[in-house]
C-alpha cells in the first residue's frame, strides 16, 4: 500500500519568490526525512530546500530557473509501507544513540602556515544547538579571514575561548553533548542498525573513528548530484571552484565539506589535478540572449588572432591584480630634435617617428628601475630580473591586435628602429609575422597616438609586470613661471603588476619616464 505525498517550500522568511539554481534529486530516487531537495539562491544567500517526509519521487515539480515561494509544491512523494517502517527503526535508532550521548571536542583544524591566529567573532554560546558544517569561529590573520565549522552535531556544553584571543591548529575550542557518530550509528533506510556502546571518555575529533563498512559511499561523490551546504557554496565561490569538479566528498551521504574544497584547491597547486580552462575561471558566464528578436542582425566569427587575444587578456585580468599610473610629459624639444632629423632619415630611406624615441627613453627607465624589467616566478616566490631590454609593441592588425617585439633597444640606434618598425609593422599586417617575432618582451608600449584620446587603462601583458599606454600629444598652455608659453603635452598611461611594484615605485618610473621624454639627450647618459 502506498500513498503520494507533496512536499512544499517551507518557511524561507521574507521572500516572495527565490530562484531554484539546483535540483538535487531526480524521479526515482528514495530521499530521507530531512534530505536536501532543492537549493534556492535569493540576492541575499543561498538555502537548500529539506524533505519533510521519506518516499520515492514521483514527480519533481520545478526546474532550475523557476522561482518559488513558501508553500509552493516542489516535489512528490510515494511512500511505501516499507519505506514508513524502515523510518520508524532509523527513528527508534536515532533515539537509542541520543541515550548515549557523548562529549564531543572541537579543536582547530589545519589552517595553513599560521601558528596564531586571532579569533574576531564566537557564532555560538552555551546551550545552542550546532549542526555539523556550522560555523562556530570565525578567525582573521593579516592575510584572510576563516571561518571554524562544527566537525559534529550536539549541544554546547562549553566555549573554550573568546574574541582576543589566539589559537592555533589542535587548540580546544568547543565541548559539544552529542552523539558520537551519525555514520557508526545509521547504515542506510531499511537494513538491521546497530550501535557499539561508547567509551565514558570524551571523544575527540583529532582521533581516528572507525568508518562504516560502506566507505565508498562516503568517499566518491555522487554522479549528477552536489550535495553541499550553503556555506560551502560560498567557501567554493570565494575561491574561485567549480562544485562540480571536486571529486571528493567526504560528509554524510556523500555530501562536500569545506575539508574537501581544500584537498581540491590544494590538488590543483600541485598538479595533481588539471583544471579545464573555462570562459571566467568560475565566474558566472554571460547569459546567451536571442538578439534577432530585437531587429535585423549579421553574425560573423571572430578571427582567431582575436580569439587568442581574448583569452590572454582574460588570463591576465584574472590573474594580475593591475593598478593603472596617468602622467604627462613635455616633448616639445624631442618633437624639434625629431623633424631635424627628417633630412637624415629620408637619406636613410626611414620615417621616424616619436614611437622611436618613446622606445628609448623606456629601456633607459627600465635600466633605472630594473623591477619594472622582471617577470614572477611561476610559484609567485621570487622575481626574475632580465638583462636585456626587448620591447614590444601593440600592432593592430585587420585580423586583431599583435605584439611584435623589437630587441636589445637599448643598443639599437633611432635611424635603426625606426627601419625595424615599418618592416615589422608591414609584416603584422600582412599576417607574417613569426612566433620567435613576438616572444621574449620585458615591457609593452601600446600606443594611440595616431588616432587620440586623452587616457586609457592597458591591461599588462604578463607574465611582463608592466605596460605603457600613450595618447597624441596636444599643444596646451604651460606657466613658466612668468608666462603662459605652448607645449607639446603627451598623456602616458602606466598598469603595472601591484604584487610586484608599488605606487610609489610607479611615480617614481613615470617622473623618470617624462624627464627622458622631455630631455632626450639624457637617455645618452
Not at 632619415?345 to 616619436?354: D, H, L, M, Q
Not at 637599448?410 to 608591414?426: H, P
Not at 586623452?454 to 613661471?481: H, K, M, S, Y
Request: aromatic share 4%; glycine share 8%.
Amino acid at each position: 500500500m502506498s500513498n503520494l505525498i507533496d512536499v512544499a517550500v517551507p518557511d524561507i522568511g521574507d521572500f516572495d519568490a527565490v530562484e531554484v539554481i539546483e535540483v538535487l534529486v531526480s524521479v526515482g530516487d528514495v530521499v530521507d526525512i530531512e534530505q536536501a531537495l532543492l537549493t534556492l539562491e535569493s540576492d541575499k544567500a543561498s538555502m537548500e530546500i529539506p524533505s519533510s517526509a521519506a518516499g520515492v519521487v514521483t514527480d519533481i515539480l520545478v526546474n532550475i530557473g523557476d522561482s518559488v515561494a513558501e508553500g509552493t509544491v516542489v516535489v512528490r512523494l510515494k511512500q511505501e509501507d516499507g519505506i514508513s517502517s524502515a523510518v520508524d527503526t532509523v527513528e527508534v535508532t536515532n533515539q537509542e544513540v541520543v541515550a548515549v550521548a557523548s562529549t564531543i571536542n572541537i579543536h582547530v583544524p589545519d589552517i595553513g602556515d599560521f601558528d596564531s591566529v586571532e579569533v574576531i567573532e564566537v557564532n555560538v554560546s552555551v546551550g545552542d544547538v550546532v549542526e555539523e558544517e556550522q560555523p562556530l569561529l570565525t578567525l582573521e590573520s593579516d592575510k584572510a579571514s576563516m571561518e571554524i565549522p562544527s566537525t559534529a552535531s550536539g549541544i554546547v556544553k562549553e566555549v573554550k575561548v573568546f574574541v582576543g584571543d589566539k589559537v592555533a591548529e589542535g587548540d580546544l575550542i568547543v565541548v559539544l553533548s552529542g552523539q558520537a557518530s551519525k555514520a557508526a550509528a545509521v547504515t542506510q533506510v531499511g537494513t538491521a542498525i546497530t550501535t557499539s556502546e561508547p567509551s565514558p571518555a570524551p571523544i575527540s575529533t583529532k582521533q581516528s573513528v572507525a568508518k562504516p563498512a560502506n566507505v565508498a559511499a562516503l568517499i566518491s561523490k555522487p554522479s549528477g548530484h552536489i550535495h553541499a551546504s550553503p556555506a560551502v557554496r560560498k567557501f567554493a565561490r570565494e575561491l574561485g571552484i567549480d562544485l562540480a569538479t571536486v571529486s571528493t566528498a567526504t560528509g554524510p551521504k556523500g555530501r562536500l565539506l569545506k575539508e574537501d574544497i581544500t584537498r581540491h584547491v590544494k590538488q590543483i597547486m600541485s598538479g595533481a589535478v588539471k583544471t579545464a580552462p573555462s570562459a571566467g575561471s568560475g565566474i558566472p558566464p554571460i547569459p546567451t540572449i536571442d538578439f534577432s528578436k530585437f531587429g535585423e542582425i549579421e553574425e560573423k566569427p571572430l578571427s582567431k588572432i582575436k580569439r587568442l587575444t581574448g583569452t590572454n587578456l582574460t588570463r591576465a585580468w584574472l590573474n594580475v591584480p593591475m593598478v593603472t599610473h596617468h602622467e604627462v610629459a613635455d616633448i616639445t624639444e624631442m618633437e624639434t630634435f625629431r623633424k631635424s632629423l627628417k633630412a637624415d632619415a629620408e637619406k636613410r630611406g626611414v620615417k621616424v617617428t616619436f614611437l622611436a624615441f618613446i622606445m628609448k627613453a623606456l629601456a633607459a627607465a627600465l635600466k633605472e628601475f630594473p623591477q619594472f624589467n622582471a617577470s614572477l616566478s611561476a610559484d609567485g616566490k621570487s622575481l626574475i630580473y632580465k638583462k636585456y631590454y626587448n620591447l614590444g609593441v601593440a600592432v593592430a592588425t585587420p585580423n586583431g591586435l599583435v605584439v611584435p617585439v623589437f630587441k636589445d633597444v637599448d643598443k639599437t640606434n633611432i635611424f635603426d628602429l625606426a627601419a625595424d618598425m615599418s618592416v615589422i609593422s608591414k609584416k603584422a599586417r600582412d599576417g607574417k609575422l613569426s612566433p620567435k617575432e613576438m616572444q621574449g618582451g620585458c615591457m609593452t608600449i601600446s600606443s594611440l597616438g595616431g588616432i587620440g584620446g586623452t587616457a586609457f587603462t592597458p591591461i599588462v601583458n604578463a607574465p611582463e609586470v608592466a605596460i605603457l599606454g600613450v595618447t597624441r600629444g596636444e599643444i596646451q598652455p604651460v606657466w613658466d613661471g612668468h608666462e603662459f608659453k605652448p607645449r607639446l603635452i603627451l598623456p602616458l598611461d602606466l598598469t603595472y603588476d601591484h604584487r610586484v611594484i608599488d605606487g610609489s615605485d610607479a611615480a617614481a618610473f613615470m617622473v623618470a619616464m617624462s624627464g627622458y621624454l622631455n630631455d632626450i639627450r639624457r637617455v645618452l647618459l
